[in-house]
């Protein structure tokens, strides 16, 4: 019932970016079959692009087009290659989803560990250094980052490709560099999680039955301070799709990021709103994820969530 709930909920947040996302062609300044025709273009070549985009379509019509182009891979076309949007984006995914969900769980792994030692170090060199370290994590741009990983160790060490999607080893970079920033946040938050229940009354009671002080963290303390940063990861994955464009071109990956961009540039409208379609489908899943392992993780709110 609570997953139905959940769903339920999403759908009026795809309804309206669908909306959102179909409108966007009307809002363009200018005839959009003019700018994708070019400047050269005779009027019968402009009339022609308008039938292709059906924009001599009532509104309603070219809605449920589009709509139906989510099902049927020959509705919704590439005006630059011909080839059905769902096909250019399928051949791109993979890439885009293998760094963004490995970016999550590197990030998520490295905030948690350093997050951990900061409590229990805490006012040492240790915990100095990861926080120095995490503030420039939360700091640095991504693009930036990016072209110093490349540098050390494409460059100067020779350790990893700098570019490219043709072997496992192409993704290190990609992943270690997305995966900075939700590291540090996590780690911040799993720190300040961690230190304010240190006193609690269940800890005390740990303690008491010989457990170390590692162990009541890990094993008591750090399962109710994960909620937090669970809760933070939805928001997080929904950065580094919409960081793909960033990450992906800086590297020379072939994914969904780079695909929107060059789609950006060739005025190609059906590549653009299905990609963006998509990004808000990942961002809605992933925030029903998180819900749920919250639910998992905190047993008062699946009291809240069945009283409701």
Same mark, same amino acid.
């Given at each position: 019932?609570?997953?139905?709930?959940? /769903?339920?909920?999403? !759908?009026?947040?795809?309804?309206?970016?669908? *909306?959102?996302?179909?409108?966007?062609?009307?809002?363009?300044?200018?005839?959009?079959?003019?700018? *994708?025709?070019?400047?050269?273009?005779?009027?019968?070549?402009?009339?022609?692009?308008?039938?292709?985009?059906? %924009?001599?379509?009532?509104? @309603?019509?070219?809605? @449920?087009?589009?709509?139906?182009?989510?099902?049927?891979? $020959?509705?919704?076309?590439? !005006?630059?290659?011909? &080839?059905?949007?769902?096909?250019?984006?399928?051949? &791109? /995914?993979?890439?885009?989803?293998?760094?963004?969900? =490995?970016?999550?769980?590197?990030?998520?792994?490295? =905030?948690?560990?350093? =997050?951990?030692?900061?409590?229990?170090?805490?006012?040492?060199?240790?915990?100095?250094?990861?926080?120095? #370290?995490? /503030?420039?994590? +939360?700091?640095?741009? +991504?693009?930036? #980052?990016?072209?110093?990983?490349?540098?050390?160790?494409?460059?100067? %060490?020779?350790?990893?490709?700098?570019?490219?999607?043709?072997?496992?080893?192409?993704?290190?970079?990609?992943?270690?560099?997305?995966?900075?920033?939700?590291?540090?946040?996590?780690?911040?938050?799993?720190?300040?999680? #961690?230190?304010?229940?240190?006193?609690? $009354?269940? *800890?005390?009671?740990?303690?008491?039955?010989? /457990?170390?002080?590692?162990?009541?963290?890990?094993?008591?303390? %750090?399962?109710?301070?994960?909620?937090?940063? +669970?809760?933070?990861?939805?928001?997080?994955?929904?950065?580094?799709?919409? =960081?793909?464009?960033?990450?992906?071109?800086?590297?020379?990956?072939?994914?969904?990021?780079? %695909?929107?961009?060059?789609? @950006?540039? &060739?005025?190609?409208?059906? +590549?653009?709103?299905?990609?963006?379609?998509?990004?808000?489908?990942?961002? @809605? !899943?992933?925030?029903?994820?998180?819900? !749920?392992?919250?639910?998992?993780?905190?047993? &008062?709110?699946?009291?809240?969530?069945?009283?409701?």
């Amino acid at each position: 019932m609570i997953v139905f709930n959940r /769903l339920a909920a999403s !759908l009026p947040t795809l309804l309206i970016v669908s *909306l959102l996302v179909f409108w966007f062609v009307d809002f363009i300044p200018g005839d959009p079959a003019r700018i *994708l025709a070019g400047p050269m273009a005779t009027q019968e070549e402009v009339d022609v692009i308008r039938d292709a985009m059906g %924009l001599n379509e009532p509104a @309603v019509t070219r809605y @449920v087009r589009f709509i139906e182009g989510i099902v049927n891979p $020959d509705v919704a076309v590439s !005006l630059r290659t011909g &080839r059905p949007v769902a096909t250019e984006i399928a051949e &791109r /995914l993979p890439n885009t989803l293998i760094i963004a969900i =490995g970016g999550l769980v590197v990030g998520l792994l490295a =905030g948690t560990i350093t =997050g951990v030692i900061c409590a229990l170090r805490q006012g040492t060199w240790i915990d100095t250094v990861i926080t120095v #370290l995490t /503030l420039a994590g +939360i700091s640095m741009p +991504i693009f930036w #980052l990016g072209l110093l990983c490349i540098w050390l160790f494409a460059v100067y %060490l020779g350790w990893l490709p700098p570019a490219g999607a043709a072997t496992p080893a192409h993704f290190v970079l990609p992943i270690l560099t997305v995966a900075s920033r939700p590291a540090a946040m996590f780690s911040r938050l799993v720190t300040a999680s #961690l230190l304010e229940v240190m006193g609690r $009354d269940y *800890l005390d009671t740990a303690r008491s039955k010989g /457990l170390s002080e590692s162990s009541v963290m890990v094993r008591h303390a %750090l399962r109710n301070s994960l909620v937090a940063a +669970i809760s933070v990861a939805g928001v997080q994955f929904g950065a580094m799709l919409g =960081g793909s464009v960033i990450t992906e071109t800086v590297f020379g990956i072939p994914g969904i990021g780079r %695909l929107l961009v060059d789609a @950006v540039s &060739r005025a190609d409208y059906p +590549i653009i709103q299905y990609s963006i379609l998509l990004f808000s489908f990942f961002f @809605v !899943l992933i925030n029903l994820v998180t819900d !749920l392992l919250t639910l998992w993780l905190d047993p &008062r709110t699946r009291k809240s969530e069945g009283a409701n």
